[in-house]
């Protein structure tokens, strides 16, 4: 059975080849492309494809950001356009929080431990998101200082338990810990995100993070 199909996405060579002998030394993963910069970057990932794009954020010609966005309007790719994980040396920048709102699956810091990368490839895969770690607070402050927006008329199509549901997701729970304080089994909460998130054209549980700081709603 293949392995996860992924793309690196950095101007820096050194740091490709690092991050390729990492990534290919796994059993279930597979480095099928690589780029310089957000041109090449789309280039390759019409070619090959992949599950999952490490981008780094600052490169040349185009930058991580417009490579992003370009990538997840593409129609070509239909109802399932890679899983896009921001690569960045801050904590946490504007950058990173456009990247979050555009549609990115997270980002991770470029000196992440070697491990926690590879179960962020295997995480975003698998529909989930990923935020490095010590940016994670910084991140949802940035959103929560803005002035909120107005809440947009698709969450009026929430039925109250979804509401209910949201409102917990958004304070970070995670399925486990929805189910046992609702009396809820964890696929019966599974069902009710995929719900939300679908009536709310989010794609994971950090946009719906996101989308309740922006819009005053935790």
Same mark, same amino acid.
């Given at each position: 059975?293949?392995? +996860?199909?992924?793309?690196?996405?950095? @101007?820096? *060579?050194?740091?490709?080849?690092? +991050?390729?002998?990492?990534?290919?030394?796994? *059993?279930?993963?597979?480095?099928?492309?690589?780029?310089?910069?957000?041109?090449?970057?789309?280039?390759?990932?019409?070619?090959?494809?992949?599950? #999952?794009?490490?981008?780094?954020?600052?490169?040349? #010609?185009?930058?991580?950001?417009? *490579?992003?966005?370009?990538? =997840?309007?593409?129609?070509?790719?239909?109802? @399932?356009?890679?899983? #896009?994980?921001?690569?960045?040396?801050?904590? =946490?920048?504007?950058?990173?929080?456009?990247?979050?709102?555009?549609?990115?699956?997270?980002?991770?810091?470029?000196?992440?431990?070697?491990?926690?990368?590879?179960?962020?490839?295997?995480?975003?895969?698998?529909?989930? !998101?990923? &935020?490095?770690?010590?940016?994670?607070?910084?991140?949802? %402050?940035?959103?929560?200082? %803005? !002035?909120?927006?107005? #809440?947009?008329? !698709?969450?009026?199509? =929430?039925?109250?338990?979804?509401?209910?549901?949201?409102?917990? *997701?958004?304070?970070?729970?995670?399925?486990?810990?929805?189910?046992?304080?609702?009396?809820?089994?964890?696929?019966?909460?599974?069902?009710? &995100?995929?719900? +939300?998130?679908?009536?709310?054209?989010?794609?994971?549980?950090?946009?719906?993070?996101?989308?309740?700081?922006?819009?005053?709603?935790?």
């Amino acid at each position: 059975m293949s392995g +996860i199909r992924v793309v690196l996405v950095d @101007d820096q *060579a050194l740091f490709r080849a690092g +991050i390729r002998m990492l990534v290919d030394s796994q *059993a279930d993963l597979d480095v099928v492309g690589e780029a310089a910069n957000g041109r090449e970057a789309l280039t390759v990932v019409r070619a090959t494809r992949p599950d #999952v794009v490490l981008m780094d954020i600052r490169m040349p #010609v185009m930058d991580g950001l417009e *490579a992003t966005a370009e990538l =997840l309007r593409d129609d070509s790719f239909g109802a @399932d356009p890679p899983r #896009v994980v921001m690569l960045t040396t801050f904590d =946490l920048d504007e950058a990173a929080a456009r990247a979050i709102r555009q549609g990115a699956s997270g980002f991770l810091l470029k000196d992440a431990d070697p491990e926690f990368l590879l179960a962020s490839i295997r995480t975003v895969h698998s529909g989930s !998101a990923v &935020i490095a770690a010590s940016a994670t607070r910084e991140l949802f %402050a940035h959103f929560a200082s %803005a !002035a909120p927006r107005p #809440v947009p008329p !698709a969450y009026g199509t =929430l039925t109250d338990r979804e509401r209910e549901i949201f409102a917990l *997701a958004a304070r970070g729970l995670s399925n486990a810990e929805i189910a046992g304080r609702e009396f809820l089994s964890e696929a019966t909460v599974k069902t009710h &995100i995929s719900r +939300i998130l679908s009536k709310l054209a989010l794609r994971d549980r950090v946009q719906l993070v996101v989308f309740a700081f922006e819009h005053g709603l935790t």
